[in-house]
C-alpha cells in the first residue's frame, strides 16, 4: 500500500479538472476531516498540496451516492462507522505504485538467504498492492529453492481490498509483463487467447504460494501469525509519522525470525526511528540484538 506521490494542487488551481468536478464543494473544513480521518483509519498522513488528488478520488464515491457536498458524505460515514463506505474511502485515498521485481536489488539478497534457511521457508509482503511484489517474491523462491519450494509460502496483506481482488486474480497487461526476461515470462505467465489477448495470468505453480490477507499496519492485532525469514515493507513508512513508524517496527520484530531480513524501501531509513532494528546493508535490515 501506498499513496499518491505526485504533486496536488492548492485550493485556488482548478484549472486542471472538469465542469462536473468543480461543481462538488470542498470546503478547508472538509478536506482537514478527511486528513483527520485517513490518519485515524489507516496511519497515512496527507499534507496540504494532497487536496487536488483528494477531490479528483472521493468525486467519484460522490457522484456514485448522488452526492455534491464532501460536508454530506462525510456526514453520512459519521453516521455509519461500520458501513462499507469506509472501505470505499479508504481504497480511494490510496494509490498502489508497484511493478514485479521493484528495487531489483533485494531479490537476490533474498535468494542467498533463503538457501541458508533448513525448514520450510515463509516471507512477508506487509505492502501487497495488485500483487506484482508478492509474486516476484514467489518467483525468486521457486528459483532459489527448488523443489523445496513446495513447501515455502509468502503472505501478502494490504489495506487496500480492491487492489488484493487484483492481486488474487493474478491478470495483468502483456506490456507490464515484458518488462521482465523472456525466461521469467515463460516460466511464470501464461499469456491470454481470445478475449483475454494482451493479458497475462501468473501460473498456478506460483500463485499457489501466495497466501493474501485484508490487513492494516494501524490495527491492535494483526491476523498472521510469525515467524518469518524476511519481511518486505518497501515505500510504505514514509507515509506515516515517526510515532506510527516506530510501533509498526516494534510490531514486526517478534514476528522475524532471529537472523530474518526486514527489506525496506529505498527512500526509508528505520535506523533514527527504532533501536530495534540495525541496518545490515542496501535497505535492508536484522534484528540489533543479532550480529
Known amino acids: 500500500m501506498t499513496t499518491d506521490s505526485g504533486a496536488g494542487a492548492d485550493s485556488g488551481q482548478w484549472s486542471g479538472l472538469g465542469q462536473l468536478e468543480r461543481d462538488l464543494i470542498l470546503t478547508d473544513e472538509d478536506f482537514d476531516q478527511i486528513r483527520k480521518l485517513i490518519y485515524q483509519r489507516a496511519g497515512i498522513?496527507?499534507?496540504?498540496?494532497?487536496?487536488?488528488?483528494?477531490?479528483?478520488?472521493?468525486?467519484?464515491?460522490?457522484?456514485?451516492?448522488?452526492?455534491?457536498?464532501?460536508?454530506?458524505?462525510?456526514?453520512?460515514?459519521?453516521?455509519?462507522?461500520?458501513?462499507?463506505?469506509?472501505?470505499?474511502?479508504?481504497?480511494?485515498?490510496?494509490?498502489?505504485?508497484t511493478a514485479f521485481f521493484r528495487e531489483m536489488h533485494h531479490f537476490p539478497l533474498l535468494a542467498e538467504h533463503v538457501r541458508q534457511v533448513s525448514g520450510p521457508v515463509r516471507v512477508w509482503s506487509a505492502a501487497a498492492s495488485s500483487g506484482e511484489e508478492p509474486y516476484s517474491l514467489a518467483m525468486t523462491l521457486i528459483e532459489s529453492l527448488g523443489s523445496k519450494a513446495a513447501d515455502a509460502r509468502v503472505v501478502a496483506t494490504d489495506i487496500d481490498t480492491e487492489a488484493l481482488a487484483r492481486a488474487r486474480a493474478g491478470v495483468y497487461p502483456l506490456e507490464q509483463v515484458r518488462k521482465l526476461d523472456e525466461a521469467r515470462v515463460k516460466r511464470f505467465f501464461q499469456k491470454g487467447k481470445g478475449q483475454h489477448e494482451g493479458f497475462a495470468r501468473i501460473r498456478p505453480e506460483v500463485s499457489s504460494l501466495v497466501e493474501y490477507k485484508s490487513m492494516n499496519l494501524l490495527a491492535p492485532q494483526w491476523p498472521i501469525k510469525g515467524p518469518f525469514d524476511a519481511i518486505f515493507c518497501r515505500n510504505v513508512m514514509i507515509y506515516f509519522d515517526k510515532e506510527t513508524q516506530a510501533r509498526i517496527l516494534e510490531h514486526f520484530a517478534?514476528?522475524?525470525?532471529?537472523?530474518?531480513?526486514?527489506f525496506a524501501g529505498h527512500s526509508e531509513n528505520f535506523s533514527y526511528i527504532s533501536k530495534v532494528f540495525r541496518l545490515r546493508g542496501q535497505t535492508v535490515y536484522t534484528l540489533a540484538n543479532q550480529r
Open 254 to 262: 517478534p514476528l522475524l525470525k532471529p537472523n530474518g531480513l526486514l
Open 45 to 97: 498522513v496527507l499534507a496540504e498540496h494532497k487536496r487536488e488528488m483528494v477531490y479528483s478520488r472521493l468525486a467519484k464515491r460522490l457522484r456514485l451516492h448522488g452526492l455534491t457536498r464532501f460536508s454530506d458524505y462525510l456526514a453520512r460515514l459519521a453516521r455509519q462507522p461500520d458501513a462499507r463506505e469506509w472501505e470505499a474511502f479508504t481504497n480511494a485515498l490510496t494509490t498502489n505504485l
